[in-house]
């Protein structure tokens, strides 16, 4: 997001929410695994596990989209051509460069793959990430969330249901979580270029989100203002 955006969306939460963010970003979390029978259970046996559909209006939008899909695939095709040109072109100099990039994306998938960050949390259902994650959408049944780095912690934002326009005008508050309880971390301290952050707790559970963009402004952030977690 640019800067002309980031301000704006930080006087809406000032304004509408009363909050006074450090940086804040759109994020969204992957599928939620069924949970064990008995965790099931204690949870009241039903909790929600998926956003709610896309609304009748975001179904529309896609129906009206659908005839213009070939001209858009021709249009990312032309953009791939272009792309592969300009590679052809290259000098010396940005082909290092860009096997430079290439490598830091093949060692920084292998490491999320190490440490088990892609999944969605740790795998303890009994642990705090596990417990949070059971409520993530009974909290707000839209499939992204605001997540908003304060003095006092985290907090989570999203319409109450999900929308297919205007989710800013229909933000409130889903969810706190006080910096006593959990830490929003980069679990690469800044060394790859990556949509990840995970909201670890303090019995060391995590849940792994993922911003809109890489290099977020949440990322930023904790690079400037936290030391690098071990993941």
Same mark, same amino acid.
Request: charged share 25%; aromatic share 6%.
């Given at each position: 997001?640019?800067?002309?955006?980031?301000?704006?969306?930080?006087?809406?939460?000032?304004?509408?929410?009363?909050?006074?963010?450090?940086?804040?970003?759109?994020?969204?979390?992957?599928?939620?695994?069924?949970?064990?029978?008995?965790? #099931?259970?204690?949870?009241?046996?039903?909790?929600?596990?998926?956003?709610?559909?896309?609304?009748?209006?975001?179904?529309?939008?896609?129906?009206?989209? %659908?005839?213009?899909?070939?001209?858009?695939?021709?249009?990312?095709?032309?953009?791939?051509?272009?792309? %592969?040109? @300009?590679?052809?072109?290259?000098?010396?100099?940005? @082909?290092?460069?860009? $096997?430079? $990039? @290439?490598?830091?994306?093949?060692?920084?998938?292998?490491?999320?793959?190490?440490?088990?960050?892609?999944?969605?949390?740790?795998?303890?259902?009994?642990?705090?990430?596990?417990?949070? #994650?059971?409520?993530?959408?009974?909290?707000?049944?839209?499939?992204?969330?605001?997540?908003?780095?304060?003095?006092?912690?985290?907090?989570?934002? %999203?319409?109450?249901?999900?929308?297919?326009?205007?989710?800013?005008?229909?933000?409130?508050?889903?969810?706190?979580?006080?910096?006593?309880?959990?830490?929003?971390?980069?679990?690469?301290?800044?060394?790859?270029?990556?949509?990840?952050?995970?909201? $670890?707790?303090?019995?060391?559970?995590?849940?792994?989100?993922?911003?809109?963009?890489?290099?977020?402004?949440?990322?930023?952030?904790?690079?400037?203002?936290?030391?690098?977690?071990?993941?």
């Amino acid at each position: 997001m640019s800067r002309k955006g980031n301000r704006k969306q930080h006087r809406l939460l000032s304004t509408h929410l009363g909050i006074q963010p450090h940086a804040a970003e759109w994020c969204r979390i992957d599928d939620i695994p069924q949970p064990p029978a008995d965790v #099931l259970q204690a949870a009241g046996g039903t909790p929600r596990l998926r956003p709610a559909r896309l609304p009748p209006l975001g179904m529309l939008g896609a129906v009206l989209a %659908a005839p213009f899909a070939p001209f858009l695939l021709l249009l990312w095709l032309l953009a791939q051509a272009e792309e %592969a040109l @300009k590679r052809a072109l290259d000098t010396e100099e940005e @082909k290092r460069s860009r $096997r430079a $990039r @290439k490598d830091a994306e093949k060692r920084r998938d292998a490491a999320i793959v190490e440490h088990g960050l892609d999944r969605v949390f740790d795998g303890n259902w009994h642990g705090s990430a596990g417990q949070f #994650l059971l409520r993530w959408y009974s909290h707000s049944t839209h499939h992204e969330r605001l997540l908003v780095a304060t003095d006092d912690g985290i907090v989570l934002a %999203a319409p109450p249901q999900r929308v297919s326009v205007g989710r800013e005008k229909q933000l409130r508050v889903v969810a706190r979580i006080p910096t006593a309880e959990a830490t929003l971390v980069d679990p690469f301290g800044g060394e790859f270029e990556s949509t990840l952050l995970l909201i $670890r707790f303090r019995d060391s559970s995590w849940i792994r989100v993922d911003t809109e963009e890489p290099r977020s402004e949440l990322h930023m952030h904790l690079l400037q203002h936290q030391p690098a977690a071990e993941s």
